[in-house]
């Protein structure tokens, strides 16, 4: 038993003390005296690492042991967050951590502070798939989280004169402890080159001769369950030059040209690209994805799985889930390896390649579904091209037979589109070759069954189902918000953090009034401690007893937050046009935190107009101090963990039919926010669960926006016909956003009259009347607690263990491994 070996540090405040101080002298070879705190902190993630490592290697044994089933999570991003924290809860070892370096005149929270987050990812998919090995570790469910290990994560977001600027994020500047490298078990991934045919026995084969090659080095990340000993693995992948590369270039005499060279090959993994819609189809993005997943395939199949496993029987031991069509070129890879390495049947090696994956879509943009021109694909991965013709070629014969004659059919299946470029559609491919194909919302499970992929799903109607979302408890409320958390423990017990519809206990709470006034002191603790953060992080002052009204998400045109900004503006306007008294108004504090993709021209101008129209209502005496609007820089995982427990309304406002899910929307329900929301993603769920009187719904209706849209939309209609709509667009254009230069915002005013997208104008008016009934609800002060209450009782379902429930029954099949 490779257990034995390993023996955690004891669990005792000496224990630790004493490993501490070992790892800082032994690991970071300073005396305590003359330690950093970069030294203390690198000192203290190492030594709470121990605590893990006997499980981790248990875990890997046990499960060498079962021949389980496992998922493998393929995923371009993960958006992992601090580590240092979840570690010692996972370990229950917070206080006796706190208490040892205190006796070390150390704070943990200081230490805390100095963790840089891995923000390998952009936004909600790379979230999502955090949240889900988190889940699935806690359930001891057999995962392997595969990825890149980013050398530069997701930017880091400055503003200059409120317009962004992005930096580089150097997330490993200070040092990795929680990563462990694997050089010696690099693998070989190829690139470029021609296919050939050739004569093997009487049979004729295609290989692949390739071009060039990269070393893909894996990087492993301990994924923690919560207090149940189990540790699965994340697996990054990071870029070197191989051996071949160096030889090739150096052999050519021009040695200086040949380390440059030597970067070219390391660029892979070097950042994450940093859109999240529309994809631009560049070539290092696709270098990027076939280099993860062909690393992971190999892993895999010759280092995870015993030597003499018959790979015909690979079903039984791996199901390969699918986030977003990223990954999708793992499947003509696993072809590819089965047919020309494992020279099998390409009969037999289809059917096994159909069992092992499955995919899971998180968009309803059409321009978002990832498309790769045949040209580059061609040049870049000749065998895998080939490969996708053949089964786009099997497929399309397939459909044939059963609709003879319907080539307008054919055409519109076809996983290749001959407009307006030759090209491979990367949805098309995974729903073909997937078992099953998923969405993330019910709303969106259903659109993306009925209007992105109706023809696949009139012909496999069994293979489409839904996944609602989740958000992991640990880390969204009992790590981010423990005076809630507290409050919950004394309610229903603690074993909510593993099984949160235990929160429906809480229900009955509601009605009693001594609750409710606790519920209050928790959210008012959380805004203070919120108002200190922003204070110390960007000298942002927030106003006392205000409510706090908090809309945070990548910037997009779709999410609206221009239509937010008309709110303000309204309200602005009111307050000048004396229809609104600034001392008896409700007093608000507007939060945004946005990151634009840096080619996102109008997502910037937004940013822009957002920090202007705070900078010029933060300003206005007029208002006194009525109405603030702040837009701390770089949201990312660790400023969420701060801001969604102070926050008493919760932004979901996206155009009915765009947001496949959102899952920030669960964070604040979960947080006792209220949401004011459309009737989009996964907020349809929620309202249904909380009730209506708990939530404030406004704007079309999906269909509405369908028919809308197809009678032609007129934005500049209900801009004449609103006063109030008017108004509000005419400060901006005429500059009072911008020190009276009307031209600064000209582009965002001129789409928003003359095209508007998403349909902003469109649900003004029902935006606006819904938001004076939030303020008139927010009035009555145990009547809000009531249903902020009720939203947190009732969202238990929004848990991520319960959509890896969902996958598991659903989709993957694939049963928790029990400790002995
Ligand atoms: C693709 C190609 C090239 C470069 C980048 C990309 C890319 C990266 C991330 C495209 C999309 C990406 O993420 C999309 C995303 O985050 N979608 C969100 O997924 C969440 C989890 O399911 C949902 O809750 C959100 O509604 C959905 O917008």
């Not at 995870?304 to 499947?331: K, S, W």
């Not at 494992?342 to 059409?366: G, I, N, R, S």
């Not at 209706?701 to 500049?716: C, I, R, S």
Request: proline residues 5%; hydrophobic residues 40%; charged residues 25%.
């Amino acid at each position: 038993n490779g257990s034995a070996v390993v023996t955690s540090p004891q669990n005792t405040v000496e224990g630790f003390v004493k490993e501490f101080l070992r790892e800082l002298s032994f690991g970071q070879g300073v005396t305590l005296e003359r330690a950093s705190v970069n030294d203390q902190y690198l000192a203290l993630a190492r030594t709470v690492r121990q605590y893990l490592m006997a499980r981790w290697l248990e875990t890997l044994q046990r499960q060498r042991e079962a021949q389980a089933k496992s998922v493998a999570y393929l995923s371009a991003e993960y958006l992992l967050g601090r580590q240092l924290d979840n570690a010692l809860l996972a370990t229950d070892l917070t206080e006796v951590v706190e208490e040892g370096l205190a006796s070390l005149g150390i704070e943990l929270q200081t230490l805390r502070d100095q963790e840089t987050e891995p923000g390998l990812g952009n936004g909600g998919l790379g979230r999502l798939a955090a949240c889900f090995v988190d889940s699935l570790a806690t359930m001891s469910v057999p995962c392997i989280g595969y990825g890149i290990r980013y050398d530069y994560g997701i930017f880091r977001q400055t503003f200059v004169d409120g317009w962004q600027v992005e930096q580089p994020d150097n997330w490993l500047a200070l040092g990795a402890p929680w990563e462990f490298p694997h050089p010696e078990a690099a693998v070989t991934v190829h690139f470029g080159g021609r296919t050939e045919t050739y004569d093997d026995e009487g049979v004729e084969r295609t290989r692949w001769v390739h071009d060039w090659d990269v070393l893909g080095v894996p990087f492993n990340y301990m994924v923690p369950g919560y207090q149940n000993g189990r540790v699965n693995t994340l697996r990054l992948w990071s870029a070197k030059a191989t051996q071949a590369f160096d030889l090739q270039i150096f052999n050519s005499g021009e040695y200086v040209d040949a380390v440059r060279a030597q970067t070219f090959a390391e660029n892979i993994s070097k950042v994450l690209y940093p859109e999240d819609s529309t994809p631009q189809g560049k070539e290092l993005r696709l270098q990027q994805q076939y280099f993860f997943v062909a690393c992971s395939i190999k892993d895999f199949v010759d280092y995870v799985l015993p030597e003499d496993f018959d790979l015909h029987r690979l079903p039984e031991r791996i199901i390969f889930q699918l986030n977003d069509t990223h990954p999708v070129i793992a499947v003509p890879e696993l072809m590819r390896v089965l047919v020309d390495e494992k020279k099998w049947d390409w009969d037999e090696a289809w059917a096994v390649t159909q069992q092992c994956f499955a995919y899971t879509c998180h968009t309803l943009l059409p321009e978002a579904l990832e498309v790769w021109s045949v040209e580059l694909m061609g040049r870049l991965l000749p065998r895998h091209l080939e490969i996708i013709y053949r089964i786009n070629e099997e497929f399309l014969a397939e459909v044939a037979a059963k609709h003879p004659g319907d080539d307008a059919l054919l055409e519109r299946m076809s996983i290749i589109a001959e407009r307006p470029e030759r090209s491979v559609r990367m949805a098309y491919l995974a729903t073909v070759a997937g078992s099953k194909v998923n969405g993330v919302a019910a709303l969106h499970s259903d659109l993306l069954r009925d209007k992105v992929l109706p023809d696949f799903s009139a012909y496999w109607p069994d293979k489409f189902t839904n996944v609602t979302n989740g958000v992991t408890p640990r880390r969204f409320v009992r790590l981010s918000n423990p005076a809630l958390s507290e409050l919950i423990t004394e309610a229903v017990g603690v074993g909510w953090v593993t099984d949160l519809e235990r929160l429906r206990g809480m229900e009955p709470l509601a009605d009693d009034q001594e609750f409710r006034e606790k519920f209050r002191a928790v959210k008012a603790h959380n805004k203070e401690r919120l108002s200190t953060l922003l204070q110390a992080r960007d000298g942002i002052t927030l106003p006392a007893d205000a409510m706090l009204d908090v809309m945070v998400k990548r910037l997009h045109e779709y999410k609206r937050q221009t239509l937010k900004v008309l709110h303000i503006v309204t309200l602005y306007d009111r307050v000048l046009r004396g229809e609104l008294d600034p001392a008896t108004m409700q007093k608000r504090v507007f939060a945004f935190g946005a990151k634009a993709a840096p080619g996102y021209h109008m997502a910037k101008q937004i940013i822009g107009l957002i920090n202007h129209v705070g900078a010029t209502i933060n300003d206005d005496p007029r208002l006194g101090g009525a109405l603030t609007v702040v837009f701390p820089p770089n949201y990312n995982v660790t400023l969420a963990e701060t801001l969604i427990p102070a926050a008493d309304l919760s932004e979901q406002i996206s155009l009915a039919g765009k947001e496949a899910s959102g899952t920030g929307n669960m964070k604040f329900a979960l947080n006792g926010a209220l949401t004011i929301g459309t009737d989009d993603g996964a907020n349809v769920e929620i309202r249904e669960l909380v009730g209506d009187d708990n939530f404030f719904l406004f704007g079309l209706l999906e269909p509405q926006v369908a028919d809308l849209v197809a009678a032609g939309y007129q934005p500049g209609r209900y801009y004449e016909e609103d006063p109030a709509l008017k108004r509000a667009v005419d400060l901006i254009a005429s500059g009072t956003f911008s020190g009276g230069d009307g031209s600064v915002f000209a582009p965002l005013v001129q789409n928003l009259l003359t095209e508007d997208r998403f349909l902003a104008l469109a649900d003004y008016r029902s935006y606006i009347d819904a938001q004076d009934r939030v303020d008139a609800a927010y009035a009555d002060v145990e009547g809000w607690t009531r249903s902020a209450i009720l939203n947190v009782a009732r969202s238990g379902f929004f848990s991520s263990d319960r959509s890896m429930w969902d996958y598991i029954d659903r989709i993957w099949h694939t049963p928790p491994v029990v400790s002995r």
